[in-house]
Nanobody, 130 residues
Framework: QVQLVESGGGSVQAGGSLRLSCTVSTFPYTWDTLTLGWFRQAPGKAREGVAATYPGAGSTYYTDSVKGRFIISQDGATKTLILQMNKLKPEDTAMYYC?????????????????????WGQGTQVTVSS
């Protein structure tokens, strides 16, 4: 069973930065066969895909609202997924989740669809004040 544990959330002022980490236990899968994603959900809103990566091909994906501000990266040796968030805005305030899909989500925006991910972390809160 794949297990994911997020850390690194907190409160920051607009324009600041935060770094989210997610440690992943991949058994029985291997690191390079999983699609790993970050999602967020604000109160009263649907869960949305923020960024994802497929380590097997080095692919990365971002939703438009975070392009140029957020960077997703991964370390297969430590099985850690990172989301570096810069130039944060109040509208980035949400619960952030890391998730894993047991296949490559390469077609269109499939990486951003929550139902395509089988495994989820418990979430970490990010609050950005103006």
């Amino acid at each position: 069973q794949v297990q994911l544990v997020e850390s690194g959330g907190g409160s920051v002022q607009a324009g600041g930065s935060l770094r989210l980490s997610c440690t992943v236990s991949t058994f029985p899968y291997t690191w390079d066969t999983l699609t790993l994603g970050w999602f967020r959900q604000a109160p009263g809103k649907a869960r949305e895909g923020v960024a994802a990566t497929y380590p097997g091909a080095g692919s990365t994906y971002y939703t438009d609202s975070v392009k140029g501000r957020f960077i997703i990266s991964q370390d297969g040796a430590t099985k850690t997924l990172i989301l570096q968030m810069n130039k944060l805005k109040p509208e980035d305030t949400a619960m952030y989740y890391c998730a894993a899909a047991d296949s490559r989500l390469w077609f269109g925006n499939s990486w951003s669809v929550p139902n395509n991910y089988k495994f989820w972390g418990q979430g970490t809160q990010v609050t950005v004040s103006s």
